[in-house]
C-alpha cells in the first residue's frame, strides 16, 4: 500500500513528498461536471456509488498519495434536521439567529442522520483496496456556525460576528452542540474505515486571536480528543489565518493544513517540529504557465527540505476553472523532486 501519506502524518520519513489536492474531487474535472448535469449535489452525496463514484475520478487521472471522501462540511447537519439546498454554495432554509432555535437543536445519532456516508466509506476501502488511503473530513464548529447562522457563504459572515458580540453565550452553546455531533460523525467515518480525518475550519481567519482562542479553538480542541482514541491521524486545516498559526498548531492534531499566505517555512518556524505541515500552494498558481506551476510548487518543497511530515497540497481549494494540465505538471514536480 501506497503509505507515505500516512507516515508524513505521523512525521516518519517517506520516499518522496506525498501529494493530494483539497477539493480534488468536483467541478474542475469534466467528468464531475458530465456526472452533476444528470444528479442533484445532494443526490451524489447521498448515493454511496456515486459520492464514491466522485472520490475515484480524480485518482483515475492523477498518482495522487490520498483520497478524499466526496461529501460536504454542511451535510452532517442532517443529523439536527437542518434543511438546505446547494446553488451552487449552501443555502440554509431556516438561519439559526436566537437562543430558542439553538436551544431547539438536537441531534441524532451520525448513523441515523447520515448512513449513507459510512456506506460510501466502505464501499470506498473496499474499491481502494489498500492502494490508496481515505480521507474522511468535517467541518470545524465555527464555520459550520458561520453558515447556519449567515444562512450562505458570505464574505465576513456578519451574522455569525453579531452573534458573537450580542450574544455570546448563544454562540457557544451552538458550538458545543456542533462540536459533539462532529464527534460522532468523524466516529461514523473512522469506523467505516478512513484512515486520516481533516477539519476544515475556513472560516476562522475572520476572528480575531482572541476571539479565536475562545469561539474556535477549544472546540477544534474537543474534536481532536473525541477521535484520538482512534489513532487516525488528524489534520486541521485553517484558512486566512497568518495570525492565528501558533494557536491552531496547538489544536492538538498531527498535521496543520497552512493556507496560501505565509512562506511555508516561516510557518514550520513559527510552530515547531512537533506537527506536520500540509500546503500551500496558491491555488491561482495553476492558472499560469507550466514553468512558473513548476517553480511555485518546487519553492514550496525547497522551503520544506529536510523537515519530517510535510505533506504537499494547494493552500486552499482548487478553483473550479484550473486546467487539468496544471495539476499534472504540479504532480509531476513533486513525484519527481526526490
Ligand atoms: O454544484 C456543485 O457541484 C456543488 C459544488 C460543491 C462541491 C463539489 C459544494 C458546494 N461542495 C462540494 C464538495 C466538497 N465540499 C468537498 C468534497 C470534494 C473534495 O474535497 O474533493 C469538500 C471537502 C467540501 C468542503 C467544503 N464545503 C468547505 C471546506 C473547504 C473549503 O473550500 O474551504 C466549505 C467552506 C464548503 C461549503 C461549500 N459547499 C459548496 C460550496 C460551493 C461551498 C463554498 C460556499 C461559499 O462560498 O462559502
Known amino acids: 500500500m501506497n503509505d507515505r501519506f500516512l507516515r508524513a502524518c505521523r512525521r516518519q520519513p517517506v520516499d518522496r513528498t506525498p501529494i493530494w489536492i483539497m477539493r480534488q474531487a468536483g467541478r474542475y474535472l469534466p467528468e464531475y461536471r458530465e456526472l452533476r448535469s444528470r444528479v442533484e449535489f445532494l443526490d451524489l452525496c447521498r448515493t454511496p456509488e456515486l459520492a464514491a463514484e466522485v472520490t475515484l475520478q480524480p485518482l483515475r487521472r492523477f498518482p495522487l498519495d490520498a483520497a478524499i471522501l466526496f461529501s460536504d462540511i454542511l451535510l452532517p447537519l442532517d443529523a439536527f434536521g437542518i434543511s438546505m439546498t446547494f446553488t451552487p454554495g449552501p443555502r440554509i432554509a431556516e438561519p439559526i439567529r436566537s437562543r430558542a432555535q439553538v436551544d431547539a437543536l438536537q441531534a441524532r445519532p451520525a448513523g441515523e442522520a447520515v448512513p449513507f456516508v459510512a456506506d460510501a466509506v466502505r464501499l470506498l476501502r473496499r474499491e481502494l483496496n489498500g492502494r490508496t488511503p481515505l480521507i474522511g473530513f468535517c467541518g470545524a464548529p465555527f464555520t459550520l456556525a458561520a453558515y447556519l447562522v449567515q444562512g450562505e457563504g458570505k464574505e465576513g459572515f456578519g451574522a455569525v460576528k453579531r452573534m458573537m458580540f450580542h450574544e455570546p453565550a448563544t454562540l457557544e452553546v451552538l458550538l458545543d452542540k456542533l462540536a459533539a455531533a462532529m464527534v460522532d460523525y468523524l466516529r461514523l467515518q473512522i469506523q467505516g474505515g478512513v484512515q486520516a480525518v481533516q477539519i476544515f475550519d475556513s472560516w476562522a481567519g475572520i476572528l480575531g486571536a482572541t476571539d479565536y482562542a475562545r469561539f474556535a479553538l477549544p472546540y477544534v480542541r474537543a474534536i481532536v480528543n473525541g477521535v484520538r482514541e482512534s489513532g ?101 514536480t513533486v513525484q519527481c523532486a526526490n
Open 232 to 332: 487516525v491521524p488528524v489534520i486541521y486545516f485553517v484558512n486566512g489565518a497568518p495570525h492565528l498559526i501558533e494557536a491552531a498548531a496547538s489544536a492538538g492534531a498531527d498535521v496543520l493544513g497552512v493556507c496560501w499566505r505565509m512562506p511555508i517555512d516561516h510557518v514550520a518556524a513559527r510552530v515547531g517540529p512537533g506537527v506536520a505541515l500540509q500546503g500551500n500552494l496558491d491555488p491561482h498558481a495553476l492558472f499560469a504557465d507550466a514553468a512558473v506551476v513548476r517553480e511555485r510548487a518546487t519553492d514550496v518543497l525547497r522551503r520544506m527540505a529536510g523537515r519530517p511530515g510535510h505533506i504537499m497540497n494547494l493552500g486552499h481549494g482548487i478553483l473550479p476553472e484550473t486546467p487539468i494540465a496544471s495539476v499534472e505538471v504540479l504532480i509531476e
